[in-house]
């Protein structure tokens, strides 16, 4: 969950922040769950670790060197997510930051590309995958929710990542997602995420 939320919009839902991380921390003892969360504030880093299990740092911070080595000099697993605007080489050359500061515990995660194209959310640069799994040693995941926006086209896009080569995908799901505070368009009900996961294993 985004418990801090860099939006394009001052105006848009910025997430709950330590309070978010409190209510994921309960949720995480009662049901064993490991919390993954968004960081974008490198002073925020030290106070976030005690909640989280692994750092994200999202597309809009990608570039936010001194956010990736502040990662860097933890010792939790760092979910890095490809920038809007970024080449390959930029998106590793951001994972070396992090892992020059002696944290090597790094998964890449493409979420699109912004492109002309204007029928998805963003453009999801498939090819990415076999890319990265050949110029590094790190997992990578595929983000199908951010870069479709579609929640028509994540079982495709899930499957299609998987086919390529993917460690994992990352999908969004909410209980409801008619009242979700963002995003709801790409987001699948509880129904909806069985039967994807259903599907994708059975592939």
């Known amino acids: 969950m985004g418990a801090f939320k860099p939006r394009t919009s001052p105006y848009d839902f910025q ?11 309960k949720v995480s003892e009662e049901y064993g769950l490991a919390i993954v969360s968004e960081i974008v504030n490198p002073a925020h880093i030290e106070e976030a670790i005690n909640y989280i299990d692994v750092i994200q740092i999202g597309a809009r911070n990608m570039q936010n060197f001194e956010l990736l080595k502040a990662a860097g000099e933890t010792n939790k697993p760092v979910l890095l997510k490809r920038g809007m605007s970024a080449t390959i080489s930029d998106f590793i050359n951001a994972a070396e930051y992090i892992n020059s500061k002696g944290n090597g515990q790094i ?30 040693h790190l997992p990578v995941m595929v983000d199908v929710t951010h870069s479709t926006g579609r929640r028509d086209l994540l079982l495709p896009a899930a499957r299609a990542a998987l086919a390529i080569g993917a460690d994992g995908v990352m999908a969004e799901v909410h209980p409801d997602p008619a009242v979700a505070l963002s995003d709801a368009a790409q987001q699948m009900d509880i129904p909806t995420f069985h039967n994807f996961m259903k599907e994708l294993l059975n592939k």
């Open 15 to 25: 997430g709950l922040g330590f309070e978010g991380l409190e209510i994921l921390k």
């Open 107 to 136: 998964i890449l995660c493409e979420r699109g590309i912004r492109t002309y194209e204007t029928a998805t959310r963003n453009t999801l640069d498939i090819t990415a995958v076999p890319i990265l799994k050949q110029e590094t």
